[in-house]
């Protein structure tokens, strides 16, 4: 059974620091993995996605790293900024399924000024 | 181009009551999810339809139903409410079942409080 860990489950930095979050699965037969955003009692925002065969997604000062045969990702942000303050999700669509997405618990990034 | 919406924004219900939750996928899409984002549970997929058909559940009980309409909106429908139903519902579409495509798009949700 897939399962899907983040941690830390919260993180708090100054502004300006780089990042980096952290995803591990624990099937390494997926299809894509994908990162996303989720703003306080609001939906999720998809920021990237890596299909199984690639190994790096980066979109502006977000990139996001796949090792498929340890297990892991990793988001990384550069230079944030107190707009990055929110929930970043990890999700893996496992390669037998078409329809579902496993998604971590988060981690809850809070961007001090 | 609108994206996935979903109606109403807030709910509150009395426990043993019924909840319709409604979604509209995005034009073109033929696929919506539905999950629930339970407070200390993360996120957990409920229900997938595609093209009319209930194609796959996630661990839910049978009062957790819904369906798809032929312009592809979607309602989900929670019988018997209870306490522990309180939660943040997604609804997600998708442009089919290619794989290669099947990109979620997610909606702001609709926030279910059981009293």
């Known amino acids: 059974k897939q399962e899907v860990t983040q941690i830390p489950a919260a993180l708090s930095v100054p502004e300006g620091e780089n990042l980096v979050l952290n995803c591990s699965f624990t099937?390494?037969?997926?299809?894509?993995l994908q990162w996303f955003r989720q703003d306080p009692g609001k939906g999720l925002t998809s920021l990237l996605l890596?299909?199984?065969?690639?190994r790096e997604q980066t979109s502006g000062r977000l990139n996001a790293s796949l090792d498929k045969s340890s297990g892991r990702s990793t988001l990384y942000i550069a230079a944030s900024q107190p707009g990055d303050s929110a929930t970043y999700l990890c999700a893996v669509r496992p390669s037998s399924s078409a329809s579902k997405i496993i998604f971590g618990s988060g981690t809850r990034l809070s961007i001090r000024p | 181009e609108a994206g996935v919406t979903q109606s109403p924004t807030h709910l509150i219900k009395t426990r043993g009551q019924q909840a319709t939750l409604r979604c509209s996928p995005i034009?073109?899409?033929?696929?919506v999810y539905w999950y629930q984002q339970a407070l200390g549970l993360g996120l957990q997929f409920l229900l997938w339809?595609?093209?009319?058909?209930?194609?796959n559940r996630g661990n839910f009980p049978p009062r957790f139903s819904g369906r798809q309409f032929p312009n592809y909106s979607s309602e989900l429908n929670v019988n018997a409410l209870e306490l522990e139903d309180s939660a943040l519902y997604l609804c997600?579409?998708?442009?089919?079942?290619?794989?290669?495509?099947?990109?979620?798009?997610f909606g702001a949700g609709t926030r279910l409080s059981v009293l």
């Open positions: 339809y595609d093209e009319g058909e209930e194609r």
């Open positions: 099937d390494s037969a997926i299809y894509n």
């Open positions: 890596i299909q199984s065969s690639q």
């Open positions: 034009s073109g899409h033929t696929s």
């Open positions: 997600a579409s998708s442009a089919g079942q290619t794989l290669a495509k099947n990109i979620q798009y």
